[in-house]
Each structure stands twice: as C-alpha cells, then as structure tokens.
C-alpha cells in the first residue's frame, strides 16, 4: 500500500490548486490511465511512468484489479462500483496484438474505434456518451470542445462510479445546522452527527475517524489540529500511511458536514513535476502499443464525490488523448467535531486503493 499512498500523496501536491479552495481527485482513475500509458510504452517513456506510479507495473495493475471487486452485501444495501479501462483508435491505426493481451488484464478493458481524423467532434461524442455511461450522468463531458482534432489517432480512458451506503447511516434526525469555518468566513452548513464505537486515531497533528461502508469500501476523515494549509503540506506517503495505521476502535462522537466535492485538471504539467514528461514529446515510446509514431498531447481528469446520511456517490474519469507525431468498557466518546477544512478519502480496504482524495474546505 505504501507505493500507491506516495504516489497519492505526491500528485495530490502538485495537482491542488491553493490550500483555501475545494478540490476532489480520484487517485484510482489517475493510477489507471497512467498504467494504461505504462502498458503501451518502452523505454524512458515507460521508466518514467512506472516510476511516478511508485511500483512495477504488475503490482499496480494487481492493486487496481482487487480494488475493482467490492464485497457482496445483502439487499438495498449493494454497493455499485463500475470501472471501464478503454482503448479509442482510429480504425485504420494498427494495434499490436501484445497490447491487447496486456489491456486484458485491466477490469472493464475494451478496445473501440473513433473517427477521430474525419469526424473527430463525433469521437469526443463518443467517449464522451461512454464515460456519462459508466459514471451514471456524474460525468456528462469529460473532453472538452476542441480535445479532439483530425491528428488524434487514437485514447486512453478510465472512467469510474462507485456508490455505496455506510455500514451504520447517520440518523437524518440528528442533522442539524453548524458553524463551519470556511476560509471566506464562518457559515452554517448541515451537519452530521453520531456517537459510536469507530475506527479513531489522533497523532502527528491529525484526527482521524473510519467510516465503513459496505462492499469492503472505506472513508477517512482527516481533520487536522489546527489550520489546513500547513498540516497538508507536510503529508506525504509515509506520513499518511503511518496515520492510516494508527487507526484503532475508540468511542467516538462525530460532528460531519453533508458536502459535494469536485475537481478537474489537465495533468501534463503536475505529471511533469513527477518526471513523467517523455510522453508528451515527439521522443514518446509507444511501440507496445502501434508501430506508428504517437505522443500524448493531452491528459484531462474529473471527479465528484457526494457524502450524506446514508452513504457515498463519486465518480471519475481520466483520458490521455494521443496524436501522431514526427516521430471492552466504554469509555466517553471523543469528540471530533469536523468545523474547519479537512481532508477526505475514500479507500478500497482489501488493497488500499484510493477511490477519491477530496479537500475540503467550504462544504455545500
């Protein structure tokens, strides 16, 4: 879990805009178009991608895999969780055949055609229908006008929705309003409340509280001792997983905001600081992939993520655009009270996997 926490934790950084705006990301979608990337590539392309991944490519492709079964639950209480890794090409682009057996191993993998060179607006339409699809109308249009023109031959897409309830929902009754700190001044917001016996643990300048949700899905609370900016900052992979380590059951009475949380970026330059930077050059290696010579000259994310009551909402989706190019008793319950920006995330238990990493700093 530690390579994919260091790689969260070191994109998260470059990715956010300033500590005092709302930002969501989802780690697993990023994670996955990158490994997607990784697969196509040789090289220095490859080594670069493999090393902002933070692990060799089984292994990620093996975390990944695990994170995209959940647990079965009975009744209305089913978790959804779908997860599409898709190949788009230009029909007439040559696709090697160790390539799709390598997309194979992804869940959700598919190669499609696009008439990305003579009608490319018709291609983003048609990624586009596809990853509202999967992402239940989360999602309505991940490419943007004009990220599509008549030199795209060919996209790598991850697109991912997962909806699940908690394992014990907060009674709706108990919701009342409560000042909240925003950066832009105090607010009142609807908040949350219970007290149980929950996964807790206090250290390094953070609280932490686990909300369990069905299908083996976890939420974390990150709510640091004093103001946002300062505490992030120092979070890193081993800081954070040595915090998700220390979490153990303690009797807890947590004060939570409703929210939404939403974020998109174009990620070549927060990849760049990475050092993931060949392939977006005419020197990009792809020739796992096609002989033809291809470079990457866009990457684009979105997620959202809604938490209430009864349990959790978030999607996301990632798509790397390529071109040809030249080539015991109960003691008191602590009090957590959630009235200030706070990091929230949301875990695959069974691989540690990040669904989603969400700042947030004025819920709504």
């Known amino acids: 879990m530690s390579d994919h926490l260091a790689f969260s934790a070191s994109l998260h950084h470059r990715l956010a805009p300033a500590a005092d705006q709302p930002f969501c990301w989802s780690p697993y979608s990023v994670a996955s178009a990158l ?22 490519l089984p292994a990620v492709v093996d975390r990944l895999a695990r994170a995209a079964e959940l647990e079965a639950a009975a009744g209305a209480d089913e978790p959804v969780l779908a997860v599409t890794n898709t190949l788009y090409a230009h029909e007439e682009l040559p696709v090697q055949e160790s390539y799709l057996r390598a997309l194979a191993d992804w869940p ?3 190669l499609r055609n696009a008439p990305f060179r003579a009608e ?11 990853v509202a699809e999967t992402t239940r109308g989360l999602i309505p249009e991940l490419l943007p006008p004009e990220a599509v023109d008549s030199e795209t031959v060919a996209a790598l897409v991850n697109a991912l929705y997962l909806k699940t309830s908690w394992r014990e929902a907060f009674d709706r009754a108990a919701t009342a309003e ?7 001044g105090d607010r009142e917001v609807p908040t949350m409340r219970f007290t149980r016996r929950t996964g807790y643990a206090a250290r390094d300048g953070w609280q932490v509280v686990s909300l369990p949700a069905t299908g083996g899905v976890e939420a974390l609370v990150l709510l640091p001792d004093g103001e946002l900016a300062g505490t992030e900052a120092g979070l890193d992979g ?8 220390a979490v153990e059951p303690q009797r807890v009475e947590l004060s939570l905001p409703r929210f939404e949380a939403t974020g998109e970026a174009e990620l070549q330059r927060p990849l760049g600081a990475l050092g993931v930077r060949a392939l977006f050059t005419p020197a990009a290696d792809f020739s796992p992939l096609t002989d033809a010579p291809l470079r990457i000259s866009t990457m684009i ?6 938490i209430d009551e009864s349990g959790l909402e978030g999607a996301a989706a990632t798509a790397a655009m390529m071109r040809l ?6 003691p008191d319950p602590i009090p957590v009270v959630v009235d200030r920006p706070f990091l929230f995330l949301v875990r695959h238990q069974g691989s540690g996997a990040l669904y989603f990493l969400a700042r947030v700093v004025d819920p709504s």
């Open 35 to 56: 490994g997607l990337a990784a697969a196509a590539s040789a090289g220095d392309t490859r080594a670069e991608l493999v090393a902002a991944l933070r692990g060799e």
């Open 238 to 245: 081993a800081a954070l997983g040595a915090l998700l380590d």
């Open 301 to 306: 994310h979105q997620a959202v993520l809604r």
């Open 120 to 130: 490319p607006e018709k291609a983003r339409e048609q990624i586009n229908d596809d």
């Open 325 to 330: 190019t030249a080539v015991v008793s109960e």
């Open 178 to 184: 409560r000042t909240f700190h925003a950066p832009g």
């Open 108 to 110: 959700g993998n598919a």
